[in-house]
């Protein structure tokens, strides 16, 4: 009896940090190494998944989509491979973008917490300090051939 | 041998993208009412294909939110080298971005594409939320966005 309920509670302790492992994905590949998203639409399409959402999250692909159940399911993909490192299915929605405004506050968090951790909290994106960034008065153009002069940029 | 220089010249000058005839472009982008943070906008450049080409304008000063832009992050590769000079500050709800550029004359009407990507904190990214042709014919016609953008335009002086 004890045996049994030493390997029920080892197996148990292995599937929760399997899981944790899944929840902490996080993917490391250059930048060159990305596949396109066409790629990863055409990789969704052939799991049966219509795909509603495409944005990089960890250095991964993630996706929002709908399953050919019609469940909203959220992946994580590996840039390079397009292999899925793991899936989600959201809640079934039950009023108008109920799930939406849940989704939303909990990329929030993950993103304050995320920041929090490479030391970049406190800082608002669209705040004033980023509208106080430095600019160069001298600066010569960027050397991409697309222009002859440093642009004049204003925000009315 | 003299005779040959003014062909191999003349040769040269048409061969190479010649900035020496850039026409004034102004690019503006008005932003909807969406109720949040300062948005970052990029404008940049790729050709028909998707090949990134260059970046024209980069609105908002920190690059540590850069990869939020992720269609010019995927294709620039995070050219943060070629952003000295054309950074400035992010874009309010409500509010218009205009950037006057000295654009090459061979990039109007060559077959090339100007993207928008935008993206505010806790809210959505919008790669490519607005593409473009750049044409003679394209020009003054505003062009909708599906995120923050209300209307893209691009003016030929």
């Not at chain 1, 250059?30 to 399409?45: K, T």
């Not at chain 1, 929002?64 to 469940?71: I, K, L, P």
Request: proline residues 5%.
């Amino acid at each position: 009896m004890k045996a049994r309920t030493l390997i029920a509670t080892t197996g148990l302790l292995g599937v929760g940090i399997a899981g944790a492992a899944l929840a902490d994905e996080r993917c490391n590949v250059r930048i060159a190494d990305w596949r396109p998203r066409s790629a990863l639409v055409q990789m969704a399409e052939t799991m049966g998944w219509t795909v509603q959402r495409i944005k990089t999250d960890d250095g991964c692909y993630a996706i929002q989509a709908v399953d050919r159940e019609g469940r909203e399911i959220r992946a994580k993909v590996d840039p390079a491979s397009l292999a899925v490192l793991s899936t989600r299915q959201m809640r079934e929605r039950h009023g108008d973008g109920d799930d939406d405004e849940r989704g939303e506050r909990t990329r929030g968090r993950r993103e304050h917490g995320d920041r929090a951790e490479r030391g970049e909290g406190g800082e608002r994106r669209g705040g004033p300090a980023a509208a106080a960034a430095p600019e160069d008065p001298n600066a010569p153009p960027p050397a991409n051939g697309l222009m002859k002069s440093r642009p004049k940029a204003q925000v009315q | 041998m003299n005779r040959l220089l003014p062909v191999a010249a003349a040769a040269a000058a048409f061969a190479a993208p010649s900035l020496a005839q850039a026409r004034p472009v102004t690019f503006e982008v008005k932003m909807k009412p969406y109720g949040g943070d300062g948005a970052y906008v990029v404008l940049y450049v790729t050709d028909k294909a998707g090949a990134y080409k260059g970046t024209l304008w980069m609105a908002g000063g920190k690059s540590k939110f850069y990869r939020h832009l992720a269609d010019w992050q995927r294709l620039s590769g995070g050219a943060m080298a070629e952003l000295d000079g054309i950074t400035g500050a992010s874009v309010g709800a409500g509010r218009t971005l205009s950037v006057t550029v000295d654009l090459a004359d061979t990039l109007i009407d060559g077959g090339f594409e100007v993207h928008v990507d935008t993206s505010v904190e806790n809210m959505r990214d919008n790669p490519s939320e607005v593409v473009a042709p750049l044409t003679s014919a394209g020009a003054g016609k505003p062009v909708g966005g599906r995120g923050y953008v209300q209307t893209f335009v691009y003016k030929l002086s």
